[in-house]
């Protein structure tokens, strides 16, 4: 019954290491996003999806692509992971603009994945 | 983009005490939320509310849009209510959807 989840919930890995977060919601939404929260809690944004099309893409260094197979879905893969790269990793998604006639645009947000580069 | 500032940085109640958070914001809103962080790291929805005043049981809020800060309330605080306090806003300039986050209130209910 979750609404947005995330697989998985805490990655330990190596400098250096590939590695994908997975990300999923149930809501009917059409828009998704990735957020980063740091070490001192302050959480930014990464990128958002729109019906599988991209429409935000902050600064962020290019080993970081996302992909989304479908609107309900929107995966982070990260390469050649770095120890700057350790952080709380959030997904969430919002109705978005088509539906915003009939809802209000609440950005409902996923567990976190915690990611630990070793 | 749009500017969010949030006071204060910390704050420890007793038990059953009230309080009043703040968010100030730099430009007009399409879109404010309030968020509660618990402990184990999830955030929580508390309101959306871009304009107006609204109430979930002990906790309400208020955002004057036209000044430009936003209010969250919480009364007879419990424990339970410990953890960071975010206010988030899409505005300004900022593509649709970009929610700029506060730095949060740390809140510490004591028994």
């Known amino acids: 019954d979750t609404a947005v989840s995330q697989t998985p919930k805490y990655l330990v890995t190596q400098m250096g290491n590939d590695k994908s977060i997975k990300c999923e919601q149930n809501?009917?939404?059409?828009?998704m996003y990735w957020y980063k929260q740091d070490s001192k809690k302050f959480l930014k944004i990464m990128f958002s999806?729109?019906?599988?099309?991209?429409?935000i893409n902050e600064t962020v260094p290019n080993r970081f692509s996302p992909k989304s197979p479908d609107k309900a879905h929107l995966n982070l893969h990260i390469n050649s992971l770095e120890l700057g790269d350790s952080a709380v990793y959030f997904c969430?998604?919002?109705?978005?603009?088509?539906?915003?006639?009939?809802?209000?645009?609440?950005?409902?947000f996923g567990p976190g994945t915690r990611l630990t580069v070793l | 983009g749009i500017q969010v500032e949030q006071s204060p940085p910390d704050l420890i109640l007793q038990e059953g005490a009230n309080s009043t958070l703040r968010c100030n914001f730099s430009?007009?809103?399409?879109?404010l939320q309030w968020f509660h962080q618990n402990p184990w790291g999830q955030l929580i929805n508390l309101f959306y509310i871009p304009s107006g005043t609204k109430q979930n049981g002990r906790l309400s809020a208020t955002t004057v849009a036209t000044e430009r800060y936003s209010l969250l309330y919480i009364s007879s605080s419990q424990t339970t209510d410990s953890g960071v306090y975010f206010c988030a806003v899409n505005g300004g300039t900022d593509s649709w959807g970009k929610l700029q986050f506060g730095a949060g209130t740390q809140v510490v209910v004591t028994p």
């Open positions: 969430a998604s919002s109705p978005g603009p088509a539906q915003l006639s009939s809802s209000t645009d609440t950005q409902y």
């Open positions: 809501l009917g939404h059409d828009t």
């Open positions: 430009d007009s809103v399409n879109n």
């Open positions: 999806y729109n019906n599988k099309e991209l429409i």
